[in-house]
């Protein structure tokens, strides 16, 4: 192991609790004059919040996945209001959506002036307007993270717009929130989350910072994602996976993802999927395949005493084995009820693109091993059906 020497960035500000969420309008007071509101299908749902806001504002309503089409039209709406304060009160959608537009408000131009790989790539030079994240999944971690996803159906490709200036100025993350989302959101956000602790816990780019966050969120996503599945109303369960989230993000923003992630951002350029379902697919087969490339090519790698640690960690047993570790993957993302990627819509003649793209995504570049052709293959029919 070599001496750590690392880099760490997040939200200026983080406040996590139960019911904190009523801090919101303290928390932005003196920011601005005009705030863009960004909420996921019903914002009724936060009435009592917004209700409460100390400046008056615009609601967007962000159903899906946001694409380049619609930031562009959050921006419009922005610029006309004068809007100087971003807040975004939903999923990772609603999330995303208002990191890039923040970012897009206080930049000027045009989503495609910034985006990586599908746009122009420019950095972005100027600081966000002033933005409030508060996740109402626990998932994404987007509101500790420094880069906003945007689908482009014309390229059939996801990508990032992306810059320091980008962390949110607060993070408010209160469990409570969560309490209301759906047994599919909390399965496919939460093993979301799993994997944003697996990842960077098993990615040559871990630090001892990123090391302890992504130990604690394997820890408490083991103990709590079933049973916050089963009964959505149990706060422990609730809190454990915020906590999850936030943990992941922390995690992902300052170290790097793998295999899963590589492969999920790609296809969910071409199918209209939950990024977490696809994940999930994804995740046991991505162990599976990387442990066996790791035995058979880096026998002596950290990452392979890291996957055992997980293991231990998501069990809850200090005997299981990386064996055990996979079986509980296994066994979780089945009994969560998430299918394989044929029923998440990716087709057969897929395939070969997907592999084609994948291969080169930056997130593949954080798995801890590189891995051949014929084991993306193998990774994508055993995730398949
Ligand atoms: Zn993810």
């Known amino acids: 192991m070599t001496a750590p020497s690392f880099d760490f960035a997040t939200a200026h500000r983080l406040v996590f609790g139960a019911g904190r969420a009523t801090e919101l309008p303290s928390l932005i007071d003196g920011w601005g004059s005009r705030a863009l509101v960004f909420t996921g299908t019903r914002p009724e749902r936060h009435e009592q919040l917004l209700g409460a806001l100390p400046v008056p504002f615009e609601v967007v309503t962000v ?9 562009r039209d959050a921006v419009r709406t922005g610029r006309t209001s004068g809007a100087d ?53 626990a998932g994404t971690g ?40 759906p047994p599919a959101v909390t399965a496919s956000s939460g093993l979301d989350a799993l994997t944003q602790c697996l990842e960077p816990f098993v990615c040559p780019q871990a630090t001892p910072l990123t090391d302890g966050f992504a130990a604690e969120g394997l820890r408490r996503a083991g103990q709590s994602l079933r049973t916050a599945f089963r009964d959505g109303s149990d706060v ?33 350029g071409i199918v209209d999927a939950a990024h977490g379902a696809v994940c999930a697919a994804l995740l046991a087969p991505v162990v599976e395949v990387n442990v066996r490339a790791l035995g ?29 570790g ?60």
């Open 296 to 324: 058979e090519r880096d026998a002596g790698s950290h990452a392979l005493v890291r996957y055992a640690q997980a293991a231990r960690l998501l069990t809850s047993r200090s005997e299981a084995t990386i064996g055990d």
């Open 63 to 71: 159903g899906g996945e946001p694409t380049v089409e619609m930031a």
């Open 85 to 137: 304060v971003v807040i975004a009160i939903g999923g990772g959608s609603a999330v995303d959506l208002g990191k890039a537009v923040a970012a897009l408000l206080g930049n000027g131009g045009d989503p495609l002036d910034f985006l990586e790989v599908i746009g122009r790539g420019l950095p972005i030079t100027a600081p966000s307007v002033p933005y409030i994240a508060v996740p109402t999944t």
């Open 326 to 385: 996979v079986e509980w993957l296994r066994e979780t993302v089945r009994s969560l009820g998430i299918p394989g990627l044929a029923t998440l819509g990716v087709r057969r003649e897929d395939l070969e693109d997907i592999i084609e793209n994948a291969r080169t995504a930056s997130s593949m570049r954080g798995n801890p091993i590189t891995l051949t052709d014929t084991e993306l293959r193998e990774v994508l029919a055993t995730s398949f059906g």
């Open 142 to 181: 987007s509101e500790v993270s420094a880069n906003a996803v945007l689908a482009s159906p014309e390229h059939r490709r996801k990508a990032s717009l992306r810059s320091p200036f980008m962390l949110p100025r607060v993070a408010l993350v209160d469990p409570l929130l969560t309490l209301g989302c």
């Open 236 to 268: 422990p369960a609730r809190t454990d996976m915020a906590l999850a989230s936030l943990l992941g993000g922390l995690s992902l923003a300052n170290a790097k993802l793998g295999a899963v992630h590589g492969f999920a951002g790609v296809i969910g």
